[in-house]
């Protein structure tokens, strides 16, 4: 099976603090996406990559930035986490071409 | 206007009976449709997509799509209360030329014994 971890269930961040959200897969995907879920809002796209060093924006890329410099690995960057940013995040995979995501367990990030 | 606008619920059907999910989509020129099925605490998983205009069947469930009239549907035969979980409609807009899905917010169906 296709994992996709990441690195945190859950995570308690203070205002202004830099915060790093990991996800790592196991499949060689090209295809990796940072999303955030709110109640009555969805998913939303935050940056998603084809390929190393490849990132592309999302719908609500601002506060956020991202790193690919390997294949499995694909970082979010809180720059200075603010309370607006309390969230679930969830980081999916996918193969090139092919929309049928391998989603991790998200981390659900409070921000305080 | 949403890009994907899906009827929050709750959906309460009895067990056994027909649900029905709804999705319509603002971007005409979209393709492909997916849909999504997330239980409670737990991360969406795929259930089906469908490129083509008509039904795509995959067991208990039939995928529908009417590009025509932008909306795509799920229907769940013999609904069991496993099936209680929020249902993502999710799509690819042709607009943004993005490779990546945009989802709706959810349809949360509750299958009641």
């Known amino acids: 099976d296709v994992k996709v971890t990441q690195s945190s269930r859950y995570l308690v961040k203070r205002t202004g603090e830099k915060v790093f959200l990991e996800c790592v897969q196991d499949?060689?995907?090209?295809?990796m996406f940072w999303y955030r879920q709110d109640p009555g809002l969805g998913l939303r796209l935050i940056y998603f990559?084809?390929?190393?060093?490849?990132?592309e924006k999302g719908d609500i890329p601002e506060g956020y930035s991202v790193s690919r410099e390997k294949k499995e690995r694909f970082s979010l960057i809180l720059e200075s986490a603010s309370t607006n940013q309390t969230s679930m995040y969830l980081c999916?995979?996918?193969?090139?071409?092919?929309?049928?995501?391998?989603f991790g367990s998200g981390t659900r990030l409070t921000v305080v | 206007q949403k890009e994907v606008e899906q009827n929050s619920g709750p959906l309460s059907v009895p067990e056994g009976a027909i649900a029905s999910l709804n999705c319509t989509y603002s971007?005409?020129?979209?393709?492909?449709f997916f849909w999504y099925r997330q239980y409670s605490g737990k991360s969406p998983e795929l259930i089906m997509f469908?490129?083509?205009?008509g039904d795509k069947e995959d067991g208990r469930f039939t995928a529908q799509l009417n590009k025509a009239s932008q909306y795509v549907s799920l229907l769940i035969r013999d609904s069991q209360p496993s099936d209680s979980a929020t249902y993502l409609c999710?799509?690819?807009?042709?607009?943004?030329?993005?490779?990546?899905?945009?989802f709706g917010s959810g349809t949360r169906l509750q299958v009641q014994p």
């Open positions: 990559s084809y390929d190393v060093k490849m990132k």
């Open positions: 499949m060689d995907h090209e295809n």
């Open positions: 469908i490129y083509s205009n």
């Open positions: 999916a995979s996918s193969m090139r071409g092919n929309y049928g995501y391998t």
């Open positions: 971007d005409r020129g979209s393709q492909s």
């Open positions: 999710a799509l690819i807009l042709k607009r943004t030329g993005r490779r990546a899905l945009t």
